[in-house]
């Protein structure tokens, strides 16, 4: 946890805006999916049912990684674990708190404040420094420019870069921006972090380094950290392997 400490705000089932200045309740698993269905539409009006009742429950500082074929639905159970996504039937918990009872605008707080994303393509504004960068979301989420520089500073030390500050992305190695982008995705300090392949365009050796910095933020940050994956390194380090199969999420080393 860092020195700013836990910032959730969320109520069990009151379906209330969430309050920043609030306070993680360490009873309730910082994410909770249970009996997730999602269906896409086709063109022609034909189903495809990509979730069959997925249930998920993350704990403080735990790593679940989840694994399965290509086009098995992982990235889109990553999207409806994040918020990114709503469900067609189910229901995700943040902190205790149901999202299908949010409106719009307090799901995307939610988001911003308590889920960190890292995705294998890092999505930096190229055109602002890597400070920048880690500076945006706090400066989104109401900090003064002087709290958002100091704590984004120390973010990017955190992750190796504090010489790095005022480099823009093209000037960084692939390594270095996907490091940028795991100093963003804890910008404001989240209760969850979800990484989509996030070595998945790094080498060997800047693979694993990058491994060691997830597991090792998860650990200072206490993060409930949900990992989806082809590599089989690293989803072997996760505390559970969970395979994703036609919809259904199981426990089990899957193919990867």
């Known amino acids: 946890m860092n020195e700013e400490g836990r910032s959730t705000g969320l109520r069990p089932g009151n379906g209330a805006t969430p309050d920043p200045q609030g306070v993680h309740d360490p009873v309730l698993p910082p994410l909770e999916a249970r009996s997730l269905v999602r269906t896409f539409v086709g063109g022609n009006g034909s189903e495809l049912r990509v ?28 999207h409806l674990l994040g918020a990114l996504d709503r469900p067609t039937a189910g229901e995700i918990f943040v902190d205790g708190t149901p999202l299908s009872g949010l409106d719009d605008e307090s799901v995307c707080r939610i988001r911003n404040h308590h889920v960190g994303f890292v995705f294998q393509f890092h999505h930096l504004l190229r055109d602002f420094t890597a400070l920048e960068n880690v500076m945006m979301p706090r400066l989104i ?116």
């Open 51 to 78: 979730l069959r009742g997925v249930d998920l429950r993350v704990h403080v500082g735990e790593a679940v990684s989840v694994t399965g074929a290509s086009g098995a639905g992982k990235s889109t159970l990553l």
């Open 141 to 256: 989420a109401g900090r003064t420019r002087p709290e958002a520089e100091d704590g984004a500073r120390r973010l990017l030390e955190s992750v190796g870069l504090g010489q790095r500050l005022e480099h823009r992305p093209r000037q960084l190695s692939g390594g270095e921006q996907q490091r940028v982008a795991v100093a963003r995705a804890l910008a404001n300090d989240p209760v969850v972090l979800l990484a989509d392949e996030p070595s998945g365009n790094l080498d060997r050796r800047t693979s694993e380094q990058l491994h060691d910095l997830l597991f090792q933020l998860k650990d200072d940050h206490d993060l409930a950290m949900v990992l989806v994956t082809h590599n089989r390194a690293l989803a072997a380090r996760a505390d559970r392997v969970m395979q994703l199969d036609n919809g259904i999420l199981g426990e089990g080393e899957g193919s990867l």
